[in-house]
T-cell receptor, first 118, second 111 residues
């Protein structure tokens, strides 16, 4: 059973289009995240949600809109795609929030969604 | 600032050699973690460190949380082909609700 699953795994689309990536976790975790990994493999947090509430919005363009219908799902919708949006997007979850506690720090990542904007 | 400087960026070694990589920062971190990413996969946690000075092992992997709380290292002993991948350090600043990742160390092993 996949713990954190995201779809699609690959997405190729034209500039200006709108696309969504879905993520689901079956670990019972309270917190979910979206990370972006660029071509140099640098991982940068975009958003985090704790129990459906937005916790972190890391100066991401407002073309990116996360939505968490429940604590097991965090989807990412991207409007008006640009070339620079091409990257691998990783969904992750953690048992609690990261603000203290030994539960903090362990992120469970999905396999990633490779977005290519042409 | 909050940046983590991870080095080296890449390593090319022979199978059986030991490996060492580290992360440093000018900021103080509460937690240090080491992740490994295989091609086409998401990062997977290897070792988590929660106290300054803590030394923790996971099989052939050993990691330490620096006394100053501004650095951490990861050692891999007697490397094997499946150790190939990208290793990331990650740190949590005190009171912060996110992890900051290092730039990664790409490990290549020649058989």
């Amino acid at each position: 059973d996949t713990a954190v699953s995201q779809t699609p795994k690959y997405l190729v689309t034209q500039m200006g289009n709108d696309k969504s990536i879905k993520c689901e976790q079956n670990l019972g975790h309270d917190t979910m995240y979206w990370y972006k990994q660029d071509s140099k493999k640098f991982l940068k947090i975009m958003f985090s949600y704790n129990n459906k509430e937005l916790i972190i919005n890391e100066t991401v363009p407002n073309r990116f809109s996360p939505k968490s219908p429940d604590k097991a799902h965090l989807n990412l919708h991207i409007n008006s795609l640009e070339l620079g949006d091409s990257a691998v997007y990783f969904c992750a979850s953690s048992r609690g929030g990261l603000a203290g506690g030994l539960d903090g720090g362990e992120l469970f990542f999905g396999e990633g969604s490779r977005l290519t904007v042409l | 600032g909050q940046q983590l400087n991870q080095s080296p960026q890449s390593m090319f070694i022979q199978e059986g050699e030991d490996v060492s990589m580290n992360c440093t920062s000018s900021s103080i971190f509460n937690t240090w973690l080491w992740y490994k990413q295989d091609p086409g996969e998401g990062p997977v946690l290897l070792i988590a460190l929660y106290k300054a000075g803590e030394l923790t092992s996971n099989g052939r992997l050993t990691a330490q949380f620096g006394i100053t709380r501004k650095d951490s290292f990861l050692n891999i002993s007697a490397s094997i082909p499946s150790d190939v991948g990208i290793y990331f350090c990650a740190g949590q600043l005190q009171g912060a609700q996110k992890l900051v990742f290092g730039q990664g160390t790409r490990l290549t092993i020649n058989p």
